[in-house]
């Protein structure tokens, strides 16, 4: 059997003292020139990003809505592939669910990667195969870092509590094998912190630091477990770190992605 | 500026005389054997199935999650252009939601389909690429078909509604391009029937009649608006109807697809 996915991270957060977690959110349009003559522009983007990277990445972030193309496809397999080949395990932002015989074609997607994001509207069913791959990490939306999360993440219900919630309860409910995560927003620290006080054992993958401007001490305090294994995610704030021009953008994202590991790493406590 | 989008459904009903969505939830696994062997199985598999059904359908709904590979892109790219052909609207039931800049690629999305399905988790700011498009139809999950809808959609705010009325009414209020519909179950004709009357308005998708048993009868008196225009989706009822041996399979979609229409048409109202 293999490792469990948070197991697997906590060795990776070790490894290079980071609970970083590079967003690969590759805009095609927003490829240097020299890289949009190749057969795959978005890998040959994400190669470098990642040789420049890595050192400093307890993992990658790919969001599927960039790579929603027979080309965009290939680039993102061959992403996945070259990050596993420098250790670094790969989360993909999918943000799904679906039902029945349809969620099980999402689950197969589970297989190139170690962990997804998944939305709870519909329901523990439009999850449960991805719940069952005890190897892999499921990380639920619970409160997103948007402002739009006042629509219905924010609503009150009868119980006197807020929707989000109840859904952290549910996620807590549903992580019978020890892989289920939640996505909570940097952009509400006061959330966060109520939020892991109910959850204290669910990993957080904390988006909204970066571009965004949430709060990095928060998102490091309430983001990860007493045994500190959660995700701090930057996605443009690394990739698009440098001027898009020749290859000095990987050297200006390595630098991005050490600086916010440096940052995040004054919050954490000693082991 | 082209025709709104329902508009165009509107049209597509009264030439097919027809409100039936045929799902095309293609599972490379159920694909005939002498098909197998085609250089894209799922979109020779659709090809059959278009030129069987295309007299009884108002739309066709691939959903995306079958075809999340290099391969399933270029069939469900070909499944599009070939439905078009046959001058049947495309409705991808894709369930997205994202943030900010990532949304607008999903709305790229958009470009080649006449509507898409959404997930309103994540607030209106998530949806708005979608909303803006006003050619293109939106249809929000409201009150799903599955038993997990029972974990969220029917929690009771403290406004003593359940949230899927409250994502009832905010879709409504989104509607200001008069391209929103949403997605109502027929497992629920109760539900069904107070949603229809909250949002009078607004067309509805309704899956469940097929495969999930649902009430066909409550699906068109209340999946409809007023005017006649909406959907009622059959997805595993029609295209694996018949025996996936030979080309038999595409004849037994066709007589499915007739036969729910006639069924629907029983309850649809004389114009």
Same mark, same amino acid.
């Given at each position: 059997?293999?490792? @469990?996915?948070?197991?697997?991270?906590?060795?990776?957060?070790? &490894?290079?003292?980071?609970?970083?977690?590079?967003?690969?959110?590759?805009? +095609?349009?927003?490829? +240097?020139?020299?890289?949009?003559?190749?057969?795959?522009?978005?890998?040959?983007?994400?190669?470098?990003?990642?040789?420049?990277?890595?050192?400093?990445? @307890?993992?990658?972030?790919?969001?599927?809505?960039?790579?929603?193309?027979?080309? #965009?496809?290939?680039a993102l397999r061959e992403t996945i592939a070259y990050a596993h080949g420098k250790d670094v395990p790969?989360?993909?932002?999918?943000?799904?669910?679906?039902?029945?015989?349809?969620?099980?074609?999402?689950?197969?997607?589970?297989? $190139?990667?170690?962990?997804?994001?998944?939305?709870?509207?519909? #329901?523990?069913?439009? /999850?449960?195969p991805f719940l069952d791959r005890a190897d892999k990490g499921v990380f639920v939306l619970c409160r997103?870092?948007?402002?739009?999360?006042?629509?219905?993440?924010?609503?009150?219900?009868?119980?006197?509590?807020?929707?989000?919630?109840?859904?952290?309860? /549910?996620?807590?409910?549903? =992580?019978?094998?020890? =892989? !289920?995560?939640? !996505?909570?927003?940097? &952009?509400? +620290?006061?959330?966060?912190?109520?939020?892991?006080?109910? *959850?204290?054992? /669910? +990993?957080?993958? *904390?988006?909204? !630091?970066? $571009?965004?401007? #949430?709060? @990095?001490?928060? $998102?490091?305090?309430?983001?990860?477990?007493?045994?500190? !294994?959660? /995700?701090?995610?930057?996605?443009?704030?690394?990739?698009?770190?440098?001027?898009?021009? #020749?290859?000095?953008? @990987?050297?200006?994202?390595?630098?991005?992605?050490?600086?916010?590991?440096?940052?995040?790493?004054?919050?954490?406590? $000693?082991?």
């Amino acid at each position: 059997m293999t490792t @469990a996915f948070f197991d697997r991270l906590a060795d990776r957060i070790a &490894t290079v003292d980071s609970v970083v977690s590079v967003g690969l959110d590759t805009d +095609p349009d927003r490829i +240097p020139d020299h890289l949009q003559d190749k057969d795959l522009p978005q890998w040959a983007f994400n190669r470098r990003i990642i040789d420049a990277t890595h050192e400093h990445a @307890a993992c990658y972030k790919p969001n599927a809505a960039f790579y929603e193309s027979a080309d #965009g496809w290939r680039a993102l397999r061959e992403t996945i592939a070259y990050a596993h080949g420098k250790d670094v395990p790969v989360l993909l932002d999918a943000k799904r669910a679906d039902i029945g015989n349809t969620t099980r074609q999402y689950a197969e997607m589970l297989e $190139a990667v170690d962990a997804i994001t998944v939305n709870p509207y519909m #329901g523990r069913d439009s /999850l449960q195969p991805f719940l069952d791959r005890a190897d892999k990490g499921v990380f639920v939306l619970c409160r997103t870092s948007n402002p739009g999360r006042e629509d219905l993440q924010d609503l009150e219900l009868d119980s006197g509590e807020p929707l989000y919630r109840r859904v952290a309860a /549910l996620a807590d409910l549903w =992580n019978a094998n020890d =892989n !289920v995560g939640l !996505v909570v927003g940097a &952009t509400g +620290p006061d959330e966060l912190e109520t939020i892991r006080e109910a *959850v204290p054992s /669910l +990993p957080f993958l *904390v988006p909204g !630091v970066g $571009a965004q401007g #949430g709060d @990095a001490e928060a $998102a490091v305090e309430y983001g990860l477990t007493a045994d500190g !294994v959660g /995700l701090v995610n930057s996605s443009r704030g690394i990739i698009y770190a440098g001027e898009q021009e #020749g290859d000095a953008f @990987a050297a200006a994202a390595g630098q991005a992605a050490k600086r916010l590991k440096r940052r995040l790493n004054q919050y954490r406590s $000693a082991d």
